[in-house]
């Protein structure tokens, strides 16, 4: 390795002087970006864009139930949707007319001094481009205050009526089980249908004798193993009435399960229990999954050795 400088004596090299000045500059922008790594670069755009994740939020709409009152605040969000988006997109294009300027300005300047400098001097056009583009901002904000203000209105309105439009909602939701559930019955209906069907098949290609037995007419796809693995991913055989069930609890569990902060405000979500919340002892709903875990205990001790479980309870509850 090289001595530095000021140990050889006399005055660096152009090459130390260089490296030296570089490995400052990467100190630098080191520190400079150590800084402000957890700082957002753009305030201003940073607090658009959670105004406009809130606004996404607040212009969310239902999957198939429509309100006419609704629809009327949707209209007035549309079209004030449409009006910024044209209002950014002009704004888009100003900007790149702006950057151009400069550059075309030149290019207009250079014909002209080329062409004998005939006529008036051609002026610069970033002037009138830079108003331009003010312009297009500014009704970009005031378009977004308009857009604001219709998506406040259609939530005023959500928040007056969100309890009719629940009960709606709820009757919705009941009626649209209520058909799956009738459909998933009639599907036992159809499969005798084909089961007979092909009955008769059978029975008029081998007559006057009797057609071999085949499979499980009961079991889903015969019993046969392929298809119910393929479909189902067990090899288990599984009954067609299994199947049915499970359709049935396939549509209780679509109308009456819901995340924990949905059934909270739809009144639906089960009582806490200490296992899943804290709480102190003696409350109410702590004594209560007490007295539900002790019974659950005496039933399943019916069943089997749980008298350990029992008396876990009761000493649970016993202990002040």
Known sequence: MRAPSWVRGGPPPVEEVGAEKMRADVAAERL???????????????????????????????????WRGLDQHDAEVEKATRRHAQAVADVQGAEE??????????????????????????????????????????LVDAAAIELDRAVERRRAHIEAYRTKMTNDARTDLKKARERLS????????????????????????????????????????????????RTLAT????????????????????????????????????????LAKAMWRGDPDERAWAASELQRARQLAEY??????????????ADP
Not at 235 to 252: H, K, N
Not at 308 to 313: D, F, I
Request: net charge negative.
């Open 182 to 229: 009738e459909h998933a019955r009639l599907l036992a209906g159809l499969r005798e249908a084909v089961l007979a069907a092909r009955d008769t098949l059978a029975w008029i290609v081998h007559y006057p004798e009797q057609p071999p037995t085949y499979g499980f007419p009961a079991s889903l796809a015969l019993g046969l193993r392929q298809p119910v693995e």
């Open 32 to 66: 400079h970006v150590r800084g402000l790594e957890n700082m957002p670069l753009d305030k201003d755009r940073a607090t658009r864009e959670a105004t406009e994740g809130e606004r996404a939020l607040r212009s969310s709409r239902p999957k198939n139930r429509r």
């Open 304 to 317: 089997g050795n749980v008298n350990a479980l029992a008396a876990e309870v009761d000493d649970y509850r």
């Open 235 to 274: 090899t288990a055989r599984v009954e067609f009435g299994s199947l049915l069930a499970a359709l049935e609890e396939d549509a209780s569990a679509l109308e009456g399960t819901f995340a924990p902060g949905t059934a909270e405000k739809l009144g639906t979500a089960p009582r806490p229990t200490p």
């Open 97 to 138: 007319v702006l950057a151009r300027a400069p550059q075309e300005d030149a290019a207009v300047l250079a014909q002209w001094m080329a062409g004998g400098e005939r006529g008036s001097r051609p002026g610069s056009t970033v002037y009138e481009c830079t108003r331009e583009r003010d312009a297009n901002r500014l």
